[in-house]
């Protein structure tokens, strides 16, 4: 029965494909978690640790992107299960960002070994990093599990984060005013916090790809953007 | 004949994708240099035009991955093909996040307004854009144009953007120090600055589709990275 051999060929690309993202999303899980570790208690080590396993997320993107193609080109899936891939695809390629972007923070733990470092100035990003693991963590699951109604719990707490984030911007501004010994260490937890705006955006971005995979609809809503930092400034002191 | 039939289908199929990245590539070159512009003019007019305009690149990318897509598994189209539509994704989702860069820049302009400005400031965030607009021009030619040694030049550059951006970098650290009220507008550039290395990266990474796409062959060298902001920082001075 060649064709159910074909379908039966094609379920099992499908899981391979599938498992290696779920496998991708709890490397470049842990990857943030350890960068923001590395930020908080000045861990040079483990960030070095994260700069080097950011490399293996890249290869893995590669992959899933190499394998999907040709899944496609060889099987011709219909519908629901081009979306499947599709879906693959797309969440590959946020994690794949994902990573870069807690490299990022981890590279700044290295500048930064020396320099004046109040630990109440990392305090903000610390808890902004804790809401957004939390967000991430929730849409992997989702993600394994197909549930479209957690995805888009995920998807409606993005707004929380961006008020975080503006709220941290202002924050971090004035110390820079207040103390210009603080202009270098607050530059980069700027950047820093910039970072895990961004993971959280593709978290969000994530939850999109779940409703898509699941109900084969996009989210046409607005997102709930609420980061308004770019729209942010802190005036002089006068 | 239905085998010729199915040939210039596909041939159809291939040229319309590239057209479309090509034309995206196109947008995205003109909202790079307007995203500049109004920074360097402080023309919130032409910031929010530029906002307002990143709409349609996402709209072409998201068009382009469906078009491939759905190309792939109708056509089945074997290795050199199967290449040309790979890349068209890759490229078509590296000026998505130039367009989001671009966009991201004039977002900050609208919270300038009014601030204190020395023009000085801009200066060099403008002598950086010019480079990386050339770059972004050049690798979409290389592209069109399907010439490798062209995208390997490309390629090369990007490590003098990166040595200018570091560069950049500790001279806006070094304006804060020097007058608090430099603070607010130094921190929109250090962002500004970001992007327009990142959308450097972004052309770099087509120039590696490029090569890929008329080589069949990665470029396998490190690439020639020089951007180590991430590792300054500018003692406070005493």
Redesign the interface.
């Known amino acids: 029965m060649p064709s159910e051999h074909i379908v039966s060929s094609f379920d099992t690309d499908l899981k391979e494909i599938s498992r290696r993202v779920v496998e991708m999303g709890g490397q470049a899980e842990q990857l943030v978690a350890d960068s923001v570790q590395s930020l908080v208690k000045r861990d040079t080590e483990l960030a070095q640790k994260v700069i080097v396993l950011d490399g293996p997320i890249d290869l893995l993107q590669r992959e899933i ?1 190499e394998k999907s ?1 040709l899944t ?3 099987r ?2 219909l519908a629901g299960d ?1 979306r499947e ?2 879906a693959a695809m797309r969440v590959a ?1 946020d994690l794949e960002r994902i990573g870069d972007l807690a490299k ?1 923070t981890s ?2 733990v ?3 070994t020396g ?2 470092h109040p630990q109440k100035l990392v305090r903000g990003v610390e808890h902004m990093s804790s809401m957004v693991l939390e967000q991430l963590k929730e849409v992997l699951d989702a993600y394994a599990s197909r549930e479209d109604a957690r995805a888009i719990e995920v998807w409606k707490r993005d707004g929380e984060i961006d008020v975080l984030y503006t709220s941290l911007f202002r924050e971090l ?1 004035t110390y ?2 207040e103390d ?2 603080n ?3 607050c ?2 937890l ?2 820093c916090a ?1 970072n895990i705006e961004r993971i959280g955006d593709h978290a969000t971005n994530i939850a999109e790809t779940v409703h898509y995979l699941a109900t084969g609809q996009l989210l046409t809503e607005e997102r709930p953007k609420q980061d308004t930092t ?7 002191p006068s």
């Not at 770019?230 to 002089?236: I, M, Y």
């Open positions: 992107e193609v496609i080109a060889r011709q899936p081009l891939i599709v390629n990022n590279k700044r290295l500048a930064l320099e004046f501004l820079m005013m210009p010994r202009i270098s260490l530059t980069h700027l950047f910039k770019s729209l942010t400034t802190v005036p002089f």
